[in-house]
């Protein structure tokens, strides 16, 4: 079963994409269900969000903002919220 977007936050890495993991635990998420945002396909992927991606899902911070995702950065301030507020720290 795939994991809904509301299950997810994201954090920034090094490249400056997202990684997302699970909001409760912190984990990276393997699968990722987009039904009524369109397909999402993981940086330097072929293959889409709905199928299993075992070393976690990375995707751009343009695609967070597009499925209203929260974004953190390295230091756990937020950076992007579901209101799309863009915030500098």
Known sequence: MNTQINEV???L???GN?????ANDGYPVTRLDTAGF???YP??????TC???????????????RLKIDVENKIGNLV????????NY
């Open 43 to 48: 940086v330097d992927s072929d293959v889409s």
């Open 51 to 65: 199928y299993e991606h075992p070393e976690g899902i990375v995707v751009t911070l343009s695609d967070c903002h």
């Open 9 to 11: 936050y994201g954090k």
């Open 80 to 87: 992007v919220d579901y209101n799309e507020r863009w915030r």
């Open 38 to 40: 369109g397909t999402l």
């Open 13 to 15: 890495n090094a490249d």
């Open 18 to 22: 997202v990684s997302l993991l699970y």
